[in-house]
Nanobody
Framework: QVQLVESGGGLVQAGGSLRLSCAAS????????MGWFRQAPGKEREFVAA????????YYADFVKGRFTISRDNAKNAVYLQMNSLKPEDTAVYYC????????????????WGQGTQVTVSS
């Protein structure tokens, strides 16, 4: 497994932007499929976006298409989530996740998780 630490959350007005970062430990970061999930109060955790090992293929939940962009820098052991045009319903704790096996378009199988970073969007 890999250790993950998220940062970059905060309070933003509707229509604003935030960039989340996730720092990963270990020398095999490029062998992991990376994803972002979120969990709003009283709701189950849901998939947001995923990226394949090279960073060339992305997969998004329908509710973030055109607004969020996932990217990674394997040299820096980091994955990012650029969030634009934020809405109040995007308010949640956002989690970075990793899996060593499986594909980026399968939402299952993540076995390493960060502690989460709070994103709050005010109306």
């Amino acid at each position: 497994q890999v250790q993950l630490v998220e940062s970059g959350g905060g309070l933003v007005q509707a229509g604003g932007s935030l960039r989340l970062s996730c720092a990963a430990s270990g020398r095999t970061f490029s062998s992991y499929v990376m994803g972002w999930f979120r969990q709003a109060p009283g709701k189950e955790r849901e998939f947001v976006a995923a990226l394949n090992r090279s960073g060339g293929n992305r997969y998004y939940a329908d509710f973030v298409k055109g607004r969020f962009t996932i990217s990674r820098d394997n040299a820096k052991n980091a994955v990012y989530l650029q969030m634009n045009s934020l809405k109040p319903e995007d308010t949640a704790v956002y989690y970075c996740a990793a899996k060593a096996s499986g594909t980026y378009y399968d939402r299952r199988g993540y076995d390493s998780w960060g502690q989460g970073t709070q994103v709050t969007v005010s109306s």
